[in-house]
C-alpha cells in the first residue's frame, strides 16, 4: 500500500527537514510513499476533494497570518475524510493537546527529534493499517466476489489455479501468483513459488513453515531472506 502523505508547513526549513526524516522512515520500513507540501491553509483546502486520497496528514497547529489554526483545519478536513490520520507538529504542547477534539492521532515537538518523530510515526502507521481497506475482485466460476485484503489469509498455487483462502472460505480463481502479488498490497510477501501470506494473519515462523492463522505455509529457501525482510518491516510498524 503506498502512503500518500500531506505535509503542511509554512517555515521551509522545518518542511526539508520533515521531509529528509519521512524519506528515512518509509526507506526503514520498506514502504512506498509520496509526500505533497502545502505552504499555508489555503492551498491545502484549494486541493479540493483530493485531499480525501492522503492517508497522514501532518501540520502545524499555529498557521501565521492564516484564517485557519491547525484545529479548524483539522475539522474541516474531518468532515471529508474521517479515516486520516492527523499528527500535529508543532512548538506548543498546550495547543497540541486540543488535538484529540479532532481524533489527532498524536503530536509531536519542535525541534524534530528522529527517534520520538519515529515513534509517533509508527503509531500513525497503525492507525493508517487499521482504517484503511483495500479490495480486490476475485473473478470465480461462480461469479464476481468483492473482498477485502483483511480477509485473505493466504493464496497458493493449484493445479493451474489460484485458491484464495479467506475467512469467507477457500475461492478457487485463474491467473498467476505473479499477477495476484502485483493486485496485493505491502501487507502481503511471497514465502515460496506457490504462495503469497497475509503478514497480518503470521501466528509464527519455525521448521520452514510460516504459521498462517494455524495453517503451516511452506517458506522456501529462495524466499526467506525477502519474506523475513517484509515481516519484520511490517512487525516493526504493528
Do not use: W
Not at 43 to 61: E, V
Not at 109 to 115: A, E, H, M, T
Not at 169 to 195: C, E, H, P, W
Amino acid at each position: 500500500m503506498k502512503i500518500n502523505v500531506a505535509l503542511l508547513e509554512d517555515e521551509e526549513q522545518e518542511r526539508r527537514i520533515t521531509e529528509e526524516m519521512l524519506a528515512r522512515f518509509f526507506k526503514e520500513i520498506n514502504a512506498e510513499y509520496e509526500v505533497t507540501c502545502f505552504a499555508d491553509a489555503g492551498s491545502f483546502l484549494a486541493h479540493g476533494t483530493g485531499y480525501k486520497d492522503f492517508q497522514l496528514l501532518l501540520m502545524d497547529i499555529i498557521l501565521p497570518g492564516e484564517r485557519y489554526n491547525g484545529i479548524d483545519l483539522a475539522r474541516e478536513v474531518r468532515k471529508a475524510n474521517r479515516d486520516i490520520a492527523i499528527m500535529f507538529i508543532t512548538k506548543t504542547v498546550q495547543f497540541a493537546i486540543n488535538g484529540y477534539e479532532v481524533d489527532a492521532v498524536d503530536y509531536v515537538l519542535k525541534p524534530l527529534v528522529y527517534d520520538d518523530f519515529v515513534l509517533k510515526l509508527k503509531k500513525a502507521m497503525r492507525y493508517i493499517l487499521l482504517h484503511t481497506e483495500k479490495f480486490i475482485v476475485l473473478n470465480t466460476k461462480e461469479g464476481a466476489v468483492r473482498i477485502g485484503e483483511s480477509r485473505i489469509y493466504y493464496v497458493e498455487v493449484m493445479l493451474h489455479y489460484l485458491v484464495v483462502h479467506t475467512k469467507a472460505g477457500d475461492f478457487t480463481v485463474r491467473g498467476t501468483i505473479k499477477s495476484m502479488g502485483q493486485k496485493l498490497s505491502a501487507s502481503f510477501a511471497r514465502s515460496a513459488n506457490s504462495y503469497i501470506v497475509n503478514l497480518r494473519h503470521v501466528d509464527g515462523i519455525r521448521d520452514g513453515s510460516v504459521i498462517v492463522h494455524g495453517v503451516p505455509v511452506p517458506v522456501t529457501k529462495s524466499h526467506k531472506a525477502d519474506f523475513l525482510r517484509a515481516f519484520n518491516a511490517y512487525t516493526g510498524v504493528m
